[in-house]
């Protein structure tokens, strides 16, 4: 079956530019995150979004950012205004939620986003 | 999150098994261990966790010390393929929640 899907998966943009990226998670899927993997941070958390909770936007680092997800499936995350320290790769992920163990997470290649 | 320390780097030869190192001394009883590895311009893969026993899957194998205090992957037979960053994340969904929390990982080479 398909995995998670994102697009585009090169972005270059401007600096002031707003962004947004696309996840498709796998289907049936309840969980879904974003992380971000940037040099000399490593992958760092973002949001996560679980059923119909409110997400967890813990590791959003700032307003800027922002992320939703329509009807339980796709989601897209916008980042408004981008400086040039947003470069990155951005890291979608999916899984079926399970208390216990942690349940597995199954990522996408990730978009490459340029801020120039 | 419990932290864990590993190698920064590690090389095998093809063919040969290898042991990745996991220190996580200060793991709580309901802490799990897992193991992620990435690809070069790849996401992030799950390899394989365990709570207190070894685990086996179609993988790798993963070794717990008897106090948890330390973990072991094992690659049986590294390939080419197996060369990327490992990483050993320690989850308390109970605390933390379901983020996985990434360190730097081990850098894996494997030589023809």
């Known amino acids: 079956g398909a995995g998670v899907s994102q697009s585009p998966s090169n972005k270059v943009t401007e600096k002031g530019k707003d962004v947004e990226l696309r996840c498709d998670p796998i289907?049936?899927?309840?969980?879904l995150y974003w992380y971000r993997q940037s040099l000399g941070q490593g992958l760092e958390f973002l949001i996560y979004?679980?059923?119909?909770?409110?997400?967890?936007k813990s590791g959003l680092p700032s307003d800027r950012f922002s992320a939703e997800r329509t009807g339980g499936s796709v989601s897209t995350l916008t980042i408004q205004r981008t400086q040039q320290e947003d470069s990155a790769v951005y890291l979608c992920?999916?899984?079926?939620?399970?208390?216990?163990?942690?349940?597995?997470?199954?990522f996408g290649p990730g978009t490459r986003l340029l801020v120039l | 999150d419990a932290k864990t320390t590993q190698p920064n780097s590690m090389e095998s030869n093809e063919e040969e098994p290898v042991h990745l190192p996991c220190n996580h001394s200060t793991i709580s009883g309901t802490d799990y261990i897992h193991w992620y590895r990435q690809l070069p311009s790849q996401g992030p893969e799950y390899v394989i966790h365990?709570?207190?026993s070894n685990v086996n899957n179609r993988m790798a194998s993963l070794a717990i010390a008897e106090d948890r205090k330390s973990s072991t992957l094992i690659l049986h037979r590294a390939t080419l393929r197996d060369a990327a960053v490992y990483y050993c994340i320690l989850r308390d969904v109970e605390t933390s929640g379901s983020r996985l929390t990434f360190g730097e990982g081990t850098q894996l080479t494997v030589n023809p």
């Open positions: 365990g709570l207190t």
């Open positions: 979004f679980q059923g119909n909770s409110a997400p967890d």
């Open positions: 289907s049936g899927h309840t969980a």
């Open positions: 992920a999916s899984s079926m939620y399970s208390q216990g163990s942690g349940e597995t997470q199954y």
